[in-house]
T-cell receptor, first 112, second 118 residues
Framework: GENVEQHPSTLSVQEGDSAVIKCTYSDSASNYFPWYKQELGKRPQLIIDIRSNVGEKKDQRIAVTLNKTAKHFSLHITETQPEDSAVYFCAAKGTGGFKTIFGAGTRLFVKA | DAGVIQSPRHEVTEMGQEVTLRCKPISGHNSLFWYRQTMMRGLELLIYFNNNVPIDDSGMPEDRFSAKMPNASFSTLKIQPSEPRDSAVYFC????????????????FGPGTRLTVL
């Protein structure tokens, strides 16, 4: 069945450094890849997304890249700040329908 | 808009009891999702509706779980009978889109219901 694998499960960086989270997906028909951030005790919220017809997208300190051939996509956070500390989920959606498969999550710690 | 509304926010019950979780999607959204989140299994999609019709319930763990959406502004997730392993945070989310073409739209999550089954 459809599967999304996410690595690493935990990531610790120093404030100001970059953080990279990587995901792979199994369904080659997937065409939409959102990233959600979940702070402790709160709900997941979308931070950035990318469609399959785009290779890269950037929004201030956050960027996502997509390699359709390899079926993997990544989240890049530059100049990390303590408030970036949270769990980040990648996800993939197939063509048509609404079913979105989430990765297991990456717990990011940004040390001041 | 108040966003997605879920109730109750916390529920503590004893094994064997019936539990009903409630969700009100954002007005105008025509798709609704129920997720379960645990440390062990992460964020799992249980079921989703489009225009009040269940589209995919393959994530529902077993017959003890059932979900309904009687109208565009209300959905319930029921567990009967509940078991300790059902303890988790249950999220409801909603979005817009067309069932034929799907959606690239953001899913808006509710605050979640933290369920504890003793």
């Amino acid at each position: 069945g459809e599967n999304v694998e996410q690595h690493p499960s935990t990531l610790s960086v120093q404030e100001g450094d970059s953080a990279v989270i990587k995901c792979t997906y199994s369904d080659s028909a997937s065409n939409y890849f959102p990233w959600y951030k979940q702070e402790l005790g709160k709900r997941p919220q979308l931070i950035i997304d990318i469609r399959s017809n785009v290779g890269e997208k950037k929004d201030q300190r956050i960027a996502v890249t997509l390699n359709k051939t390899a079926k993997h996509f990544s989240l890049h956070i530059t100049e990390t700040q303590p408030e970036d500390s949270a769990v980040y989920f990648c996800a993939a959606k197939g063509t048509g329908g609404f079913k979105t498969i989430f990765g297991a999550g990456t717990r990011l710690f940004v040390k001041a | 808009d108040a966003g997605v509304i879920q109730s109750p926010r916390h529920e503590v019950t004893e094994m064997g009891q019936e539990v009903t979780l409630r969700c009100k999607p954002i007005s105008g959204h025509n798709s609704l999702f129920w997720y379960r989140q645990t440390m062990m299994r992460g964020l799992e999609l249980l079921i989703y509706f489009n225009n009040n019709v269940p589209i995919d319930d393959s994530g529902m763990p077993e017959d003890r779980f059932s979900a309904k959406m009687p109208n565009a502004s209300f959905s319930t997730l029921k567990i009967q009978p509940s078991e300790p392993r059902d303890s988790a945070v249950y999220f409801c989310a909603s979005t817009t889109g067309n069932s034929g073409r799907g959606t690239y739209n953001e899913q808006f999550f509710g605050p979640g219901t933290r369920l504890t089954v003793l």
